[in-house]
């Protein structure tokens, strides 16, 4: 992005499950913001005022930030308590229909103030999609839930770090799905979404490396139905087509080595953890989730509700930090 910035972003930033990590982040993201560490956002929570106090106390995180009805009124880092549950019914590593519930009401309210304006981007705190399946809203996670809302015609999931990056063409669906969820037609949507991101954020065409499906990509047909051939290759051709640096598809235990890291920018995948494992193991702590292909912009930490370590005072707030950061960069520019 260039040009100077009339204003700072306004982001929204939910507090994810009650139950998991996401307010003990929170907590941190605010005390952080009032010692001036993010001077290049606002952050506004949303979610449920009377949980963050409950888990302040838990976890010894001072919580001095301003509590608004209204987040058009935060001049400051602020807390929009826009999520009510019953505080004391909250149980830390617990599921629950009624936190499931609250981490749903504080996203679609996010989203529709992002509609309305009133923020410029959105991050998110992980929730659980048990305790989501069992309040009603039957989402395979956040990024089908933003996508449904904000009427996205295309999107994908990206994990984004300076030294991994990786987007995905099937995601939350089970291994025996992601075959008959390959065309090429997907796969060029994600290659398209994946070379706008990059430029956008690295100022530059980005250099793709496409996964293949099967062991050996393929072998030229020895393993899986062809898919390499006869799906994953003619969209790497029909992207080069458009102009894309695009190169694949190679065997995804290699796509991840130093050397491909240091010679490509991302590697377009085509299952969940093909992905999500090396990103984990490599940038654990760094790493963001980024919807792409919404009209409002939307980052994430990069891991779960952690509801083993929740309210315990020993979250690592690193990714909730690289998303907000991330999602500023991302936020339009308003005057």
Known sequence: MTGPRQRLPRLAVTLGDPAGVGPELCLRLLAAAEQGRFSDCLPIIYGSAAVLRRVADAVAI??????????????TPAVYDCAPVDAAGVLPGQVSAAAGAAAYRACITAISEAVAGAVDAIVTCPLNKEAL???GHHYPGHTELFAERLEASRSCMLQYADDIACSFVTTHVGYADVPALLT??????????????????????PRLLVCGLNPH??????????EEETVIAPAIVEARARGLDVTGPVPGDTAFTPQARQRYDAVVCMYHDQGHIPVKMIAFDRAVNITLGLSVPRTSVDHGTAFDIAWQGIADPGSLFQAVHLAARLAPMRG
């Open 62 to 75: 001072p919580f001095t930030a301003p509590v608004l009805t209204d987040p058009a009124a935060a001049s």
């Open 133 to 135: 399946h069992a309040a």
């Open 184 to 205: 090429a037609a997907r796969i060029g949507e994600v290659l398209d979404l994946t070379d706008e991101a990059l430029l956008r954020i690295r100022g530059q065409r």
């Open 217 to 226: 990509a393929g072998e030229h047909g020895l393993f899986g139905n062809h």
